[in-house]
């Protein structure tokens, strides 16, 4: 079988909640970055361009947006036309009357092609979102015009729903299982419980644990070659730190690939072969 690559930029953005600000400082950060970098995607977490944490429903409003709409997509939209790449960024959206902790993914060309939403919330999320409905794939083409097919997930979402175990099936892995999914394309502003250490190993063990179905535990097992790619939030709010540890790691067999540091906004370049 030939082998395929995935070249990826990740960013890892701390929280504040100046999205003017930050789409100026994220721009200027990629801005050395050309079509010749022949990336296939850019990723930013959850609630990229805004701050996470809301106490109440109403102190969201100002920052949601409809999907395919406004300065999130506005945001991407021209980073993937500027660089011939996808893009996907999380974003709070407005549907009608209900509210969703989403991702938008758009093509190379800029336009949307995929709105993900975040289906296990947690307790943040509940002063303002609504469950997503079900969890999503896609087929990438890459630069060599190869498909490669990513499940995505948004931070909790790697979670037993509700954290209740006794009910745990690991739903996300099982999802990328049963689609035949190569990889994960995971979005976060995960909490960082740790606060006096700068080890990013715990949490990226307690990632790797969670794809449980889809690694070869004895001989004789047949999953595939897996890759995780996350791009997760850094920095701290009123409620809570924020994790970073951006990475990207392999199973079967298990590698760690690339990783950034906890505490500092900073990118992320890798051409990762499946």
């Given at each position: 079988m030939q082998a395929k690559n995935f070249k990826v930029l990740i960013g890892q953005i701390e929280n504040n909640y100046d999205m003017d600000a930050n789409i100026k400082r994220i721009n200027i950060s990629i801005q050395k970055y050309t079509k010749a970098d022949n990336l296939d995607l850019i990723m930013f977490p959850e609630t990229a361009l805004v701050g996470y944490y809301y106490k109440q429903a109403k102190d969201i409003e100002p920052y949601l947006e409809e999907y395919g709409k406004g300065k999130t997509y506005e945001f991407c939209r021209q980073i993937a036309q500027r660089l011939n790449t996808y893009v996907i960024c999380g974003y709070p959206e407005k549907d009608g009357d209900k509210k969703y902790n989403s991702g938008i993914l758009v093509d190379r060309n800029g336009q949307p092609i995929l709105n993900i939403r975040k289906k296990h919330l947690y307790e943040t999320d509940k002063s303002w979102a609504s469950e997503g409905n079900e969890f999503q794939y896609y087929d990438?083409?890459?630069?060599?015009?190869?498909?490669?097919?990513?499940?995505?997930?948004?931070?909790?979402?790697?979670?037993?729903?509700?954290?209740?175990?006794?009910?745990?099936?690991?739903?996300?892995?099982?999802?990328?299982?049963?689609?035949?999914?190569?990889?994960?394309?995971?979005?976060?502003?995960?909490?960082?419980?740790?606060?006096?250490?700068?080890?990013?190993?715990?949490?990226?063990?307690?990632?790797?644990?969670?794809?449980?179905?889809?690694?070869?535990?004895?001989?004789?097992?047949?999953?595939?070659?897996?890759?995780?790619?996350?791009?997760?939030?850094?920095?701290?709010?009123?409620?809570?730190?924020?994790?970073?540890?951006?990475?990207?790691?392999?199973?079967?067999?298990?590698?760690?690939?690339?990783?950034?540091?906890?505490?500092?906004?900073?990118?992320?370049?890798?051409?990762?072969?499946?």
């Open positions: 990438f083409t890459n630069t060599k015009n190869q498909k490669i097919r990513f499940g995505f997930g948004i931070c909790m979402d790697i979670n037993a729903y509700e954290f209740i175990q006794e009910t745990d099936n690991f739903a996300l892995a099982l999802f990328c299982k049963q689609n035949n999914c190569e990889g994960l394309i995971f979005i976060s502003a995960w909490t960082d419980n740790e606060l006096d250490s700068d080890q990013v190993t715990p949490i990226h063990d307690y990632w790797y644990w969670r794809l449980y179905p889809l690694v070869n535990r004895k001989k004789g097992d047949q999953n595939k070659s897996f890759v995780f790619i996350c791009s997760d939030k850094c920095g701290k709010d009123e409620k809570c730190t924020y994790f970073g540890g951006s990475c990207i790691f392999k199973i079967n067999p298990n590698k760690m690939v690339a990783t950034l540091n906890k505490r500092n906004e900073s990118y992320l370049v890798c051409d990762v072969q499946l």
